[in-house]
């Protein structure tokens, strides 16, 4: 099999060259351009490149993805799991545990040895454009994933930071449920309190609350979180206070995380983590969460998506899991090569 030489897509750029690969956060603070992914379960890669230049997704290439059929997708948690863990998830609610938790399940295919994920990227680009798509290729450091996400994780710029969460998703926006607008409020809440960890005392501001996105096949209810950073916090200290995102564990998050642990049975990897790019020469940098988003696990021979749902006390157990379908669909569609869902 060919040995595909690494490479990350952001934002219309290209990087190409590898010069380093830390697990060290800490290097985003000090120079070059950096593709980084963190793992949900926190295992964290950054890659320096040597030159990047803009370059738009190429138009895809045929037959250059072979993807996996549409009906060999296996998911972790079947329906019958995944609505009982719903159901475990409302009595640790009327119990007092946790206000809301996000139930994932991740989906599996096998997938032919010289897979290219960038090959993906461009179907991605054309059937499920998104606001923070992006790619990286690094297969000698088993990190190969391209991301259709419509999320903000964080975004920096010198020393004002920004999240966008995402709570609430419906086919239009007629579907959107009171219970996802108080979802979305509840995980604001949380950001909020991540942010003020690292920011200044009252800079931390909402500048938008529960706006409707539209993206393809679907609506999202979007916020706005922004504060300044202190002076002497870093990316090190950002993630620390930020991750794992709040929109896809929970408030409170630690009560959440005890919960999703117990829960699901498939770790979810470069899913509901951090995806993207750090520019440490200019102070700037872009990391959506890990949603819509696909890995390959080379040693398993196969490719991974991810999919689930916010679950609060006004949650019905069919409804969550018929939504990890709409979030699913028209992306599984896009990587088993249907020429509909492939249509710009």
Not at 54 to 73: I, K, M, N, S, T
Not at 213 to 238: C, I, M, N, R, Y
Request: aromatic share 6%; glycine share 12%; charged share 25%.
């Amino acid at each position: 099999m060919r040995t595909l030489p690494p490479l990350a897509r952001f934002g219309g750029r290209l990087a190409t060259g590898l010069r380093d690969v830390t697990s060290d956060v800490a290097a985003l603070d000090g120079s070059g351009f950096w593709a980084v992914c963190a793992d949900f379960e926190g295992r964290t890669v950054c890659a320096r490149f040597a030159e990047v230049r803009p370059a738009p997704v190429p138009a895809p290439v045929p037959g250059a993805w072979r993807g996996p059929a549409p009906g060999d997708w296996l998911s972790s948690l079947d329906r019958a799991a995944y609505t009982r863990g719903v159901r475990r998830i409302r009595e640790r609610i009327a119990a007092g545990e946790v206000y809301q938790a996000n139930l994932c399940r991740v989906l599996s295919a096998p997938i032919a040895p010289d897979a290219d994920v960038d090959a993906l990227t461009a179907l991605l680009a054309r059937g499920n454009p998104a606001p923070y798509a992006g790619t990286i290729r690094l297969p000698e450091h088993g990190v190969e994933v391209a991301t259709a996400s419509p999320e903000l994780f964080l975004r920096r710029h010198g020393r004002t930071v920004e999240s966008g969460p995402i709570k609430g998703t419906g086919r239009t926006e007629a579907d959107l449920l009171e219970k996802d607008f108080a979802e979305n409020v509840m995980i604001v809440d949380l950001v909020r309190n991540d942010l003020g960890r690292v920011c200044t005392t009252g800079s931390v501001t909402v500048p938008d609350l529960c706006a409707v996105e539209k993206h393809p096949g679907l609506v999202h209810l979007v916020s706005t979180v922004g504060g300044e950073l202190l002076p002497d916090a870093g990316w090190g200290d950002l993630l620390a206070a930020a991750f794992p995102p709040g929109s896809v564990t929970g408030a409170p998050k630690s009560s959440a995380l005890r919960i999703i642990e117990a829960l699901e049975t498939a770790p979810r990897g470069p899913y509901c983590g951090g995806i993207g790019w750090v520019d440490a020469d200019r102070g700037t940098g872009e990391l959506a969460v890990g949603i819509r988003t696909f890995w390959l696990d080379r040693a398993a021979g196969l490719l991974r998506f991810g999919t689930g749902a916010g679950i609060t006390w006004g949650s019905d157990p069919e409804r969550e899991w018929h939504e990890t379908e709409l979030k699913a669909a028209r992306l599984l569609a896009v990587a088993s090569g249907d020429p509909v869902a492939t249509e710009p």
